[in-house]
Nanobody
Framework: QVQLVESGGGLVQAGGSLRLSCAPS????????MGWYRQAPGKQRELVAT???????NYADSMKGRFTISRDNAKNTVYLQMNSLKPEDTAVYYC?????????WGQGTQVTVSS
């Protein structure tokens, strides 16, 4: 079992920035992909961005240019730098990790953007 620990959420004004972090609670080998998803109230969970162990990134179109995902493979930590935040970015952000063929989720961290 893999537990993912997220941090960095909070309340920010529109136009502001936040940086999310996520790491497993213990050292894990064979994490092939890590990423972030989000879920707003009344909506389905959606992709934000993912990054492979080789550094290949994938972003949802609405996040391109504003959000940047990065990863420290030595620490198995993934980061999400969010700039130019909008009220519609308000959601619970979930960390995701794929270990071999298994997927794991964090408990989520709330991001609230006020107008």
């Amino acid at each position: 079992q893999v537990q993912l620990v997220e941090s960095g959420g909070g309340l920010v004004q529109a136009g502001g920035s936040l940086r999310l972090s996520c790491a497993p609670s213990r050292n894990i080998f064979s994490i092939v992909l890590m990423g972030w998803y989000r879920q707003a109230p009344g909506k389905q969970r959606e992709l934000v961005a993912t990054i492979t162990s080789g550094g290949t990134t994938n972003y949802a179109d609405s996040m391109k240019g504003r959000f940047t995902i990065s990863r420290d493979n030595a620490k198995n930590t993934v980061y999400l730098q969010m700039n130019s935040l909008k009220p519609e970015d308000t959601a619970v952000y979930y960390c995701y990790a794929r270990v071999q063929i298994y997927g794991y989720w964090g408990q989520g961290t709330q991001v609230t953007v006020s107008s």
